[in-house]
């Protein structure tokens, strides 16, 4: 599986962005997509996650309410929809696929990852 991540930007603080992660292998379907960040100084951590089909859903209790993820499975991508971005979203972000779903929220699991993108959130 390759995963490439694009979409990251800089934004002001309540604005809108969004993440898109192109897959390509031949068994998606078999696997869970998630996205996590990285911020300055700090871990990889769990921002969300959907399983293939999209009817299941992750969230961190930090993002949720303002992130959505979502799965076209047509064009093999993963959008992270992000609204009402504040300044400590600023980081990092990676796409991942892990297997099973039981997994989605443990980084150490994932099987494979996307080269990360910019988000910088300013006031």
């Known amino acids: 599986v390759q995963l490439q991540a694009s979409g990251g930007g800089l934004v002001q603080a309540g604005g809108s962005l969004r993440l898109s992660c192109a897959a390509s292998?031949?068994?998606?379907?078999?696997?869970?997509m998630g996205w996590f960040r990285q911020g300055p100084g700090m871990e990889r951590r769990f921002v969300a996650a959907?399983?293939?089909?999209?009817?299941?859903?992750l969230y961190s209790d930090s993002v949720k309410g303002r992130f959505t993820i979502s799965i076209d499975n047509a064009k093999n991508t993963v959008d992270l929809l992000m609204n009402s971005l504040k300044l400590e979203d600023t980081a990092v972000y990676y796409c991942?696929?892990?297997?099973?779903?039981?997994?989605?929220?443990?980084?150490?699991?994932?099987?494979?990852w996307g080269q990360g993108t910019l988000v910088t959130v300013s006031s």
């Open positions: 292998g031949r068994t998606l379907e078999t696997y869970s």
């Open positions: 991942g696929a892990v297997a099973p779903w039981r997994y989605a929220r443990i980084r150490d699991k994932y099987n494979f």
């Open positions: 959907a399983d293939w089909n999209g009817s299941l859903t």
